[in-house]
């Protein structure tokens, strides 16, 4: 498994925009699909991104896409979700993921951060 680090939420004026950071541990960083997972209180957790580990496969929930972009940044055993436009409803704990394959279901994947909360203001 890989060990996985969120940063990069915060609080942004609806509108806005936000980069979110996951770094991963383990030299086998490379040969994993990622993928960024959100949860608002109360609601079961979402998926929004993920990338296949070439970069040239990704998937967006249809909530985000247009406004989210999802990045392997290799050398940095890191991925990025950058979010634009972020409205009110993209108000939650952000979690990076790692797995086999690209998919949007959780059970996909084997290994979980802590998460971030990103948080949006109308």
């Known amino acids: 498994q890989v060990q996985l680090d969120e940063s990069g939420g915060g609080l942004v004026q609806a509108g806005g925009s936000l980069r979110l950071y996951c770094a991963a541990s383990?030299?086998?960083?490379?040969?994993?699909?990622m993928g960024w997972f959100r949860q608002a209180p109360g609601k079961e957790r979402e998926f929004v991104a993920a990338?296949?580990?070439?970069?040239?496969?990704?998937q967006y929930g249809a909530s985000v896409k247009g406004r989210f972009t999802i990045s392997r940044v290799d050398a940095k055993n890191a991925v990025e979700l950058q979010m634009n436009s972020l409205k009110p409803e993209d108000t939650a704990v952000y979690y990076c993921?790692?797995?086999?394959?690209?998919?949007?279901?959780?059970?996909?994947?084997?290994?979980w951060g802590q998460g971030t909360q990103v948080t949006v203001s109308s």
């Open positions: 990338i296949n580990w070439s970069g040239g496969i990704t």
């Open positions: 993921a790692a797995g086999a394959t690209v998919s949007i279901h959780r059970n996909a994947y084997t290994s």
């Open positions: 383990g030299r086998t960083f490379s040969r994993y699909v």
